[in-house]
């Protein structure tokens, strides 16, 4: 889904998103129902597009987005979109410190989470290893579209690397979620908090119950649309600032030993895998 | 002089911190092994690549961790991960001084691929849960095979990056770049070439490592005591902590070196730009007189909570 399609589907209300470079920045209206403020339905959007490599100027620019979201719009939500192939691999931007870009980033998205601003994640295209990992995985949670692809690297590259032999790996990602790319696989592992279905009759309860604003709009559109604003809407009313993907993993039987291991050392106990 | 490099994990712990304080946190006598690597035929290690626990450090109650290179390149499983972030949350419900990460690592274990990418920011949201707590995280780099990937960005989460001039600090290695654009856009056998771009004196130089020492154990040992005391003295009192005027400067530091450096090259043409008298000469000093001479040349705040 391109980004334009998803913005008008999030915000059937309106936004003032815009690209630059395949950074995205700007604010949409949540369709939060009739009862809230005018200030709650408003919520800060960055992110990339075009399957955009993660470099130095683009990292910084995000950054920047955040802060001014910070100063001038105290507690105002933030929605990160993520369409990333990775971090950029060039060496002017290892030369630059690409890490400290990536790392400034993280940290002020982290900050703004701990000024109270909820900030959440959106996998709408693709998402890889160096540009989702202070992005979409250090929002409060993280979500996707179901058509998401996310991963750390190709399989081909992964075999080179690891030695491990590619057919092996083909065979593995059939059905062990380590290995496999994808949203339902991050999602059994606790990396997402939940997949977004933009179709109609998915979520429909919740879609009648919050999205009653623009119900008179055009039915194909608003059938898909409110969805995917409601599913926002919903996000935005229960999501946590603590992090819970462990626990999630291990109850969704995709992580099995990261929840045990943790609470292990921090508790002085003994690990029980689930 | 003990080499830092030259030692593996558990032959640092003990050389930093206080003689017989350290108490490992589920050592490797529990053997609790990555889930995931005997379906690939690739052997464990007992402890997963990582030493968590907590000791004296000048006298300072810290916690710590060492990452072993020896072990699949130090790089971050879900074991690993854990254990990471279980010592970091008990630093936080202990009241630790400080927390001092010894890393090594080539980032995500991609053997555990999306396990690892998780965890890696599991690992980065619980060092930026210690500093909210206000305990200040120092990072090492010295070890040979560097720290990189998702753990390059960990380290820049750390309030102060201590390297030695053979430690090495970046995102993607050599020669993942060469694989992907091409030997003229990153010759991963041009050795001094990768030690210029990723070496702890560029990194010095540029302001992405606040100290620099010795390849030495006990260098890196009083820098980490130091700058503990700095973070932590009465006067610093809440600094580990994340601000905003922090971040805004760190975000005018990193415009002003995109405009500064954005269209060089080399590093040693960005070390002549900030006034290095001989940059070819750089790589010839010891780490004292280096730090002597690049005083008055750095890029980036000198001192001070980033």
Redesign the interface.
């Known amino acids: 889904m391109d980004w334009q399609t998803l913005a008008s589907k999030l915000f059937p209300g309106g936004h003032d998103i815009v690209e630059h470079d395949s950074f995205l920045s700007g604010s949409g209206q949540v369709d939060a129902g009739a009862g809230a403020d005018a200030a709650a339905r408003t919520v800060a959007v960055i992110g990339t597009t075009g399957h955009a490599p993660i470099g130095i100027e683009i990292a910084l620019a995000q950054a920047q987005a955040v802060l001014r979201t910070v100063r001038e719009h105290p507690g105002r939500a933030i929605l990160i979109l993520v369409d990333t192939q990775g971090q950029r691999l060039r060496h002017r931007d290892e030369m630059l410190g690409i890490n400290s870009y990536m790392a400034h980033l993280g940290k002020c998205i982290d900050f703004a989470r701990r000024q109270g601003h909820t900030v959440l994640g959106l996998v709408y295209d693709q998402a890889l290893s160096g540009g989702f990992i202070t992005s979409g995985l250090i929002a409060d949670a993280c979500f996707a579209l179901p058509q998401a692809t996310i991963r750390v690297m190709g399989l081909p590259a992964m075999a080179r690397i690891t030695k491990v032999p590619e057919d092996r790996l083909t065979e593995l990602a059939m059905d062990n979620p380590v290995f496999a790319p994808g949203a339902e696989n991050y999602l059994r592992m606790g990396g997402l908090q939940a997949i977004w279905e933009p179709g109609p009759g998915v979520e429909s309860t919740d879609a009648a119950a919050i999205s009653l604003p623009d119900a008179s709009a055009s039915s194909s559109a608003s059938a898909s649309a409110s969805a995917l604003a409601s599913a926002l809407a919903k996000a935005l009313a229960q999501v946590e600032p603590t992090d819970r993907r462990m626990a999630l993993g291990e109850a969704r039987g995709g992580r099995h030993m990261a929840q045990a291991v943790a609470q292990a050392v921090r508790t002085g106990g003994d690990v029980r895998p689930a | 002089v003990s080499s830092y490099l030259e030692r593996g994990a558990r032959g640092r712990i003990p050389a930093i911190f206080d003689a017989g304080s350290f108490e490992e946190?589920?050592g490797p006598s529990?053997r609790?092994v990555s889930?995931?690597l005997a379906?690939?035929?690739?052997p464990v290690s007992f402890d997963d690549g990582v030493v968590?626990g907590r000791g004296l450090l000048g006298g300072q109650r810290v916690f710590g961790a060492a990452q072993e290179g020896g072990f699949m390149g130090g790089a971050v499983g879900?074991?690993h991960?854990?254990?990471l972030?279980?010592?970091l949350?008990?630093a936080i419900?202990e009241g630790a001084q400080a927390v001092l990460l010894l890393l090594e690592s080539g980032g995500?274990r991609?053997?555990?691929?999306?396990?690892?990418?998780?965890?890696?920011?599991?690992v980065?949201?619980?060092i930026?849960?210690v500093r909210?707590a206000g305990i200040p995280v120092i990072a090492a780099v010295g070890g040979a095979n560097g720290c990189f990937?998702?753990m390059?960005?960990?380290?820049?989460?750390a309030n102060t990056v201590i390297m030695s001039e053979e430690g090495r600090?970046?995102?993607?290695g050599?020669e993942?770049?060469e694989?992907?654009?091409g030997v003229e856009?990153?010759d991963s056998k041009d050795r001094a070439l990768v030690w210029r771009?990723?070496g702890g004196k560029?990194?010095y130089l540029?302001g992405?490592c606040q100290v620099l020492v010795a390849d030495d154990t006990g260098a890196f040992r009083a820098a980490a005591i130091a700058a503990i005391e700095a973070l932590t003295g009465a006067a610093r009192s809440g600094a580990a902590a994340?601000?905003?005027d922090a971040?805004?400067a760190?975000?005018a530091m990193?415009?002003r070196?995109?405009r500064d450096?954005?269209a060089l090259?080399e590093?040693m043409d960005?070390w002549r730009q900030l006034g290095v008298p001989d940059p070819a000469g750089v790589s010839m000093l010891e780490a004292d007189d280096f730090v002597a001479m690049a005083a008055g040349h750095r890029a980036g705040p000198v001192t001070g909570d980033r």
């Open positions: 946190f589920l529990a609790v889930p995931h379906q690939l035929d690739v968590v879900e074991v991960g854990a254990k972030v279980g010592m949350g008990r419900d995500v991609l053997h555990e691929a999306n396990a690892g990418l998780i965890a890696v920011s599991e980065m949201r619980a930026l849960d909210a990937g998702g390059g960005i960990a380290a820049r989460c600090l970046a995102m993607s050599p993942v770049i694989t992907a654009n856009e990153f771009t990723t560029h990194r540029l992405d994340l601000t905003l971040l805004q760190e975000q990193l415009e070196r995109i450096f954005g090259a590093p960005i």
